[in-house]
């Protein structure tokens, strides 16, 4: 069974350009959250989506956003980025009712 | 709003020695996990434990969880080098009386020592 793959796994970029992050939860799961985490915060949730919607949302500007497809498959994306936005983003997957969240092997974003 | 405080942040531990881990959180919540990471890699589900009481245990870790007290123990019995990594707890909140998302602590980083 395969888990939940994030893309790319390392990315850097420029400050003012924008990024979008890709998560490919495991078969059958219908609910990604994603999360940042820095040394100075920790990890901090971002959004969880469910079917295509957006349920839930974390404390952050509007310049992260993000997205979920009919098959489960959710996007992020940041805009105009900043230093600070350098970070590990996590997503975890679970399926309707479960209680476990498995997740993905990260992002690794870094700002210049 | 609900917090999560685990302590310590640090513990340098040497192998073959017992330690707890400490995991508080300010509001009530139906389930509370217990996740490993090792540097530079993502989170690996070690617990969930769902009910006041709840006692789980893996190799040299058992985990519990008293609901009361807002409380959950990580317990490391004969630390063994592979054991260093950081290790966070998480609880779930409620959005509505639907599930909501996990809040993690600071985490605690372990290192095990010969």
């Known amino acids: 069974k395969a888990g939940v793959t994030q893309t790319p796994r390392y990315l850097i970029k420029t400050r003012g350009q924008q990024v979008t992050l890709s998560c490919s939860p495991i078969s059958g799961h219908r609910s990604v959250s994603w999360y940042q985490q820095t040394p100075g915060q920790g990890l901090q949730f971002l959004f969880e989506?469910?079917?295509?919607?957006?349920?839930n949302k974390g404390n952050f500007p509007g310049r992260f956003s993000g997205r979920q497809f009919s098959n489960s498959r959710s996007e992020m994306n940041v805009s105009t980025l900043e230093l600070g936005d350098s970070a590990l983003y996590l997503c975890?997957?679970?399926?309707?009712?479960?209680?476990?969240?498995?997740f993905g092997s990260g992002t690794r974003l870094t700002v210049v | 709003e609900l917090k999560v405080e685990q302590n310590p942040l640090f513990l340098s531990m040497q192998e073959g020695k017992n330690y707890t881990i400490y995991c508080n959180y300010s509001?009530?919540?139906?389930?509370l996990y217990w996740y490993r990471q090792d540097p530079g890699k993502s989170l690996e589900s070690l617990f969930v434990l769902l009910s006041n009481g709840a006692v789980k245990q893996e190799g040299r870790l058992m985990a519990s969880l008293d609901t009361k007290a807002r409380l959950s123990t990580l317990h490391i019995t004969a630390a063994v080098h592979d054991l260093s990594a950081t290790y966070f707890c998480?609880?779930?909140?409620?959005?509505?009386?639907?599930?909501?998302?996990?809040?993690f602590g600071k985490g605690t980083k372990l290192s095990v020592k010969p």
């Open positions: 509001t009530t919540s139906d389930r």
């Open positions: 989506y469910f079917s295509e919607t957006q349920r």
């Open positions: 975890a997957s679970t399926w309707t009712g479960g209680y476990g969240y498995t």
């Open positions: 998480a609880v779930i909140t409620e959005q509505g009386g639907s599930q909501g998302n996990l809040i």
